[in-house]
């Protein structure tokens, strides 16, 4: 008879709180989860990516065209965006990103915003 074979896989690991948070901040810096396994050591990037889903978190698209773009905003202008975010249904990331795509899209629009922000 023959024996089965049998999946090897990286033996279950718990994740602590530093050390999702650490995975989190990785994840939202656009780093892999190959990357991110590396760093947390004794884990795959397919268990990163499952435990990232559970907490809520997601990652870049991987292979995509996608960039990271860090701004700050007074606290504010913060709590205004995230208003509007919420009105519209919109995570505020999401919001900020489709305001963007719509001044790069429309070069003038920017000139405008400018103009009248002087």
Same mark, same amino acid.
Request: positive net charge.
């Given at each position: 008879?023959?024996?089965?074979?049998?999946?090897?896989?990286?033996?279950?690991?718990?994740?602590?709180?530093?050390?999702?948070?650490?995975?989190?901040?990785?994840?939202?810096a656009g780093r892999?989860?190959?990357?991110?396994?590396?760093?947390?050591?004794?884990?795959?990037? !397919?268990?990163? %990516?499952?435990? *990232?889903?559970?907490?809520?978190?997601?990652?870049? @698209? =991987?292979?995509? &065209?996608?960039?990271?773009?860090?701004? !700050?905003?007074? %606290?504010?202008? *913060?709590?205004?965006?995230?208003?509007?975010?919420? @009105? =519209?249904?919109? &995570?505020?990331g999401d919001l900020?990103?489709?305001?963007? %795509?719509?001044?790069?899209?429309?070069?003038?629009?920017?000139?405008?915003?400018?103009?009248?922000?002087?």
């Amino acid at each position: 008879m023959m024996e089965k074979k049998t999946r090897r896989s990286t033996p279950r690991r718990l994740y602590y709180g530093p050390e999702k948070m650490r995975a989190a901040f990785m994840a939202g810096a656009g780093r892999s989860g190959t990357e991110i396994a590396t760093v947390l050591g004794g884990t795959s990037s !397919h268990k990163v %990516r499952a435990m *990232l889903r559970k907490a809520g978190l997601s990652m870049t @698209r =991987r292979g995509g &065209d996608d960039a990271i773009l860090q701004t !700050h905003l007074r %606290r504010r202008e *913060l709590a205004s965006l995230v208003a509007e975010a919420d @009105r =519209r249904d919109f &995570d505020p990331g999401d919001l900020v990103a489709a305001l963007v %795509r719509a001044c790069i899209e429309d070069p003038v629009l920017i000139d405008n915003i400018i103009d009248d922000a002087a």
